[in-house]
Nanobody, 126 residues
Framework: QLQLVESGGGLVQPGGSLRLSCVAS????????ISWFRQAPGKAREGISA?????????YYVPSVKGRFTVSRDNAKSTVYLQMNNLKPEDTAVYYC??????????????????WGQGTQVTVSN
């Protein structure tokens, strides 16, 4: 059974960078699409990025993070990364990764994912 654990969150100043990791256990990441979501205080959880399970490595970003965030995967390490650059206060949220077998570079409805991580807090502030 697929299990996911995020790490790498923390406090960073505006304009700074963080790299989040999503480590899989229970099975390899082969054939697993990974999406990143975030939930800011008082707001609904929103999907922000996805990487395909296919070897084509296709990715997807919502406009608010495109050009600043980069998602990548290392199947040998069972890890997906979210590199976040030029962070803004509005990026403050709990960040989650979610996995879906056979997933493509798109965001799915939350109930469709096979596994979720527990979340990692990202705070962007002076």
């Amino acid at each position: 059974q697929l299990q996911l654990v995020e790490s790498g969150g923390g406090l960073v100043q505006p304009g700074g960078s963080l790299r989040l990791s999503c480590v899989a256990s229970g099975r390899t990441l082969d054939y697993v699409g990974i999406s990143w979501f975030r939930q800011a205080p008082g707001k609904a959880r929103e999907g922000i990025s996805a990487i395909s399970s296919n070897s084509d490595g296709k990715t997807y970003y919502v406009p608010s993070v495109k050009g600043r965030f980069t998602v990548s995967r290392d199947n040998a390490k069972s890890t997906v990364y979210l590199q976040m650059n030029n962070l803004k206060p509005e990026d403050t949220a709990v960040y989650y990764c979610a996995g879906i077998l056979g997933g493509l570079a798109t965001l799915y409805d939350e109930y469709e994912y096979d596994a979720w991580g527990q979340g990692t807090q990202v705070t962007v502030s002076n």
